[in-house]
């Protein structure tokens, strides 16, 4: 009996000896994963912290950012002389998207419908192929969500609508925050969202979009044709784009002078969109650590000689 007592008291023991190693081990690897996290989420705000004083610089030059717009920049982590991770850094132009906001106008809790910049949407719904009636829905429901009070447009969807959904919800009332918030409004299925969501921005305040039309590729045709209220077909709008100058143009009357400008009647507002340097910059990093990673992703305002962090976040942009 006392044989078999020691025996069962050292089995006991042993598991118990096991158990608490293993929770030592565990304990370890999560405070290495804890700190290897942490030590890459530091590295993105390096990132970030370098694209302020480098668009600062830029901008004390008078050198248009613009030039730097989607190219990715590597950086390459070395600790003790060990290649320990990777820094992928991408600094892409603001201004040459739709914001979405601006189909309001006014202040928080008394936004209302802004007719202009819900015509430049349809104009840019229309120019990525949506047929008129469906664009004119989607911009009314757009407008809906953001507005204040609750009247309904023709094709638009107030709290009434949002309710009787299981589970029911109601508008926002506010500015978008970002564009993935377009997925709760009526009529953004996945294949409109996906369609609209390279030419489109939600910037923290309801001004009509700003467009840098030197940083316009070819491929955001689109956003030209939206500045236009459709006076330019995205064809036309890209034959603008391939006869820019070189180096840009140096004055928005020379921009507006073109011959397929020139005629098209639009309103003063318009006028006062189209911008020659860049003051919206978006900020995507990636950061590989020790088997750790992080994102970030950042929406920055040049003023004057410095830029300003606007928006920070800890996902990717979708």
């Known amino acids: ?13 042993t598991v118990l000896a096991v158990a608490m190693l293993d929770d030592i081990r565990f304990g370890l690897r999560r405070t290495g994963n804890a700190h290897a996290i942490a030590q890459a989420q530091r590295y993105a705000l390096g990132s970030e912290a370098l694209a302020r004083q480098r668009l600062g610089e830029l901008q004390r030059g008078g050198v248009d950012a613009a030039q730097w717009n989607g190219k990715p920049l590597l950086f390459p982590i070395i600790e003790d002389g060990q290649s ?17 906001n601006s189909v309001v106008t006014g202040a928080p809790e008394q936004w209302q419908r802004r007719e202009l910049g819900v015509s430049q949407y349809v ?8 047929a008129a009636a469906q664009a004119q829905a989607l911009a009314d429901t757009l407008a809906d969500w953001i507005d204040s009070d609750a009247q309904r447009a023709p094709l638009g969807a107030e709290d009434s609508t949002y309710a009787a959904l299981q589970p029911g919800y109601r508008t926002s009332g506010a500015l978008l925050a970002e564009p993935s918030e377009l997925r709760a409004i009526r009529g953004y299925d996945g294949a409109a969202y996906a369609r609209l969501r390279p030419y489109v921005c939600a910037l923290p305040s309801a001004e009509l979009s700003p467009v840098n039309v030197n940083a316009l590729d070819i491929d955001q045709a689109p956003v030209l044709s939206m500045l236009s209220l459709g006076r330019l077909t995205p064809a036309e709008a890209r034959r603008v784009i391939a006869a820019r100058p070189d180096g840009g143009w140096v004055d928005a009357t020379v921009f507006w002078a073109q011959p397929a400008l020139r005629d098209a009647e639009l309103p003063r507002e318009v006028y006062d969109q189209v911008q020659l340097r860049s003051r919206w910059f978006t900020l995507q990093t990636e950061v590989d650590y020790a088997g750790a990673q992080a994102v970030l992703s950042a929406l920055l305002r040049a003023e004057g000689d410095r830029a300003r962090l606007i928006v920070r976040r800890w996902t990717p942009d979708e």
């Open 84 to 100: 320990l991770g990777l820094v992928r850094a991408r600094l892409g132009d603001g201004s040459t998207c739709f914001n979405l």
């Open 1 to 13: 009996m006392a044989l078999l007592s020691v025996l069962l008291l050292t089995a006991v023991m």
């Open 123 to 130: 104009a840019l719904l229309q120019a990525l192929g949506f």
